[in-house]
């Protein structure tokens, strides 16, 4: 298994691994062993396809033909759903490119390709006018496979040994973004059922997770078609109970949907950290209208208020959009003034660029290439000095470390770790020094009370304090 693009898409890989392994497939970890390739592309932009694409040819490179002992590579995930047919013509390396309508039936489709029957692409359809097919529990009612997740039709492989899990709140997406392809691959949002998460909650602590990283594309949606748009906060401390599990991390916050309830729900519930991944978009008012979103300065600084009010070391992150159509110098200068005064720990920052059947790729006044570039790298400059400055605030803090990694490093053993306020992957590391005063190095999943002592960057220093948290 190859998997690219986000968290959703991690879960997926660990979903479809589980279902070819209780179809009498095995995992390999070596590429070079394997008889199949199967390659989770992301579909979401335009670098993002490219990653894909190189990925599926290098996968290509493995097959028998080039000396390697891979008779199928096999495209499944976002690009697959959203091209099917087109991506199996301009991609003849792969041997079938499969839906999501697929994976229920994963290891069945994987046998009939080596068998050498012909898969005949999907043709894509707008998954907003289909039934949902994900998350499984709401259109199958098989039992979950021994050994697996439980739950009806949740089968789950883990395919990373550390101590943090991503678990599915829900999947799609009901908002109409101009500039966002996603609904329209992804389909309309579906909650999963509370007793499902809690169910593979245990399941992970069983696995050794310390955090579970709760993912969805719109996780302030969540009950919502369940008739209860409140249930993310009463379902929060039901996972924070889990026999095992150290922290709940929730990822996805819309602005406009977070409610003061959430709000408090996340940066006071024990063992919820205080982390708020808050996808503002953009500040001015105008271009967020343009977006078909909704916010302005004063009332995203004002949603930072509320969560700082209750949680003063919250950690803060989000996403930007530069460039968007008809984005002009005043809006650029909102944004930036926004940034500054809005001291998030992280921010990603995206250059506009057209989505097929998105509403953006029709408007008119688009800024050239050039300037979105150059406007992009302005705040990529800005929010560099910005993160790394709010890094630096965080020297003296306490924190509690969730070790990852721990390897021998050129000036002995390198013990790397996140604090709360960092989410994974994505949001810097903290590297644990002067072990001496603890017994025994820490291990993957320990967590471990520090100092912070020093900042590089977005990543941290810090001196763990005597107690074992």
């Known amino acids: 298994m190859v998997t690219l693009g986000c968290a959703r898409n991690d879960v997926d890989s660990e979903e479809l691994a589980g279902r070819l392994e209780a179809g009498g ?3 390999v970890e070596d590429a070079e062993q394997a008889d199949t390739v199967v390659v989770n592309t992301c ?5 993002a396809k490219k990653d894909s694409v190189d990925a599926l040819l290098e996968a290509a490179d493995l097959k028998t033909e080039h000396g390697g002992k891979a008779q199928a ?12 047919k087109d991506l199996a013509e301009s991609l003849p390396e792969a041997d079938a490119v499969l839906g999501f309508d697929d994976y229920p039936d994963i290891a069945d489709r994987l046998r009939s390709i080596l068998a050498g029957e012909t898969h005949q692409a999907h043709v894509p359809s707008d998954r907003r006018l289909l039934l949902p ?9 098989t039992a979950a496979v021994p050994g ?3 739950g009806p039709a949740s089968v789950r492989r883990r395919l990373d040994s550390g101590p943090t899990a991503s678990l599915k709140l829900a999947s799609g997406c009901d908002r109409r973004c101009s500039f966002c392809a996603i609904p329209s691959f992804r389909g309309s949002f579906v909650s999963r059922r509370p007793t499902d998460v809690l169910e593979e909650a245990r399941w992970l602590a069983g696995q050794g997770v310390k955090e579970l990283f709760l993912v969805s594309e719109n996780s302030t949606s969540y009950g919502k078609d369940l008739g209860d748009l409140r249930l993310l906060e009463t379902l929060l401390p039901e996972l924070a109970a889990v026999e095992g599990v150290e922290r709940v991390r929730v990822s996805y916050l819309q602005p406009a949907e977070t409610r003061p309830g959430l709000i408090e729900a996340i940066a006071t519930t024990p063992g919820v950290t205080p982390y708020f991944d808050l996808s503002f978009q953009h500040a001015s008012a105008t271009v967020l209208r343009r977006m078909r979103r909704f916010g302005d300065p004063e009332s995203f600084l004002g949603l930072l ?15 930007v959009i530069v460039g968007f159509p008809g984005e002009t110098e005043e809006d650029l200068q909102t944004l930036c003034d926004f940034l500054v005064a809005a001291r998030m720990d992280v921010t990603g920052v995206f250059g506009y660029s057209d989505e097929d059947g998105t509403e953006a790729a029709g408007f008119d006044d688009k800024l050239d290439e050039d300037e979105v ?8 400059s800005l929010v560099e000095q910005l993160t790394a400055e709010r890094a630096e605030e965080r020297v003296g803090e306490v924190v509690e470390v969730l070790v990852e990694q721990v390897e021998d490093g050129p000036d002995g053993t390198e013990v790397v770790g996140r604090t709360a306020f960092q989410g994974p992957e994505v949001d810097g590391t903290t590297l644990l020094t002067v072990l001496d005063g603890l017994a025994g190095t820490p291990r993957p999943g320990d967590l471990v009370r520090a100092e912070v002592v020093a900042s590089e960057g977005i990543d941290l220093v810090a001196r763990p304090l005597e107690e074992r948290a």
Do not use: W
């Not at 590579?73 to 099917?84: D, H, I, M, W």
């Open 43 to 47: 579909g979401f932009v335009e670098a």
């Open 305 to 319: 208020e509320q969560v700082r009010g209750l949680a003063p070391e919250a950690g803060v992150r989000s996403n």
């Open 373 to 380: 570039r150059a406007r992009a790298e302005h705040v990529t």
């Open 148 to 150: 697996h997740a439980s």
């Open 25 to 27: 497939f095995t995992l």
């Open 73 to 84: 590579v096999v495209a499944v995930g976002c690009l697959a759903e959203r091209y099917g």
């Open 133 to 141: 097919i994900s998350p499984v529990e709401r259109t199958l009612s």
